[in-house]
């Protein structure tokens, strides 16, 4: 898979946003709030080849639903493949509203290449988030630690504030390539910004 990972960060890195898939240990961490009972609906944006997906169906073992929404064709076709269980949807995360029709997300799980959006991109995505994610659920999301000082980085922490209610900031996951952190976010703000 990590070649194939390269193979479209090098056609598309704005879209792909890393060399390498996540490893395992952010993974289990970043899909920490998936719950292990009831149905939940979980949402992954931005699965790539699957690391963060393998982590959420392990965690699922046959209930809820999982709705994977990539914008790579190929990845999806991937995706789509390897987790026949899983919805993989083939949109842009902005698209969040349309692919879920009027249903609520308990846990949404990004893998989105934050740092590589522009302001008003973030806020959109942002946006599509906490319009679908119910009042009690959780979002999580990752960043490469050594980015965490740049501008996209900072707009994202910021814009993370002003949309949720509760923004929990993980230790670096140094077993990972290039180290990273999450960010664990809770009780979305109606109309935030």
Known sequence: ???????????????????????????????APVPRDGDPVVVELGPGTGAFTAAIQQRLDGRGRHVAVEVNERFARRLAARYPQVDVVVADARELREVLVARQANVIVSGLPWAA???STQDDLLAAVTDVLAPHGAFTTFAYTYTRWLPPARRLRQGLGGRFEE???SRTVWANLPPALAYFCRRPRVGGS
Do not use: D, Q
């Open 167 to 169: 923004v929990v900031t």
């Open 117 to 119: 959006f522009a302001a």
């Open 1 to 31: 898979m990590s070649a194939a990972f390269l193979h479209e960060f090098l056609r598309a890195p704005l879209t792909v946003g890393a060399v390498a898939p996540s490893g395992r240990t952010l993974a289990e961490l970043v899909t």
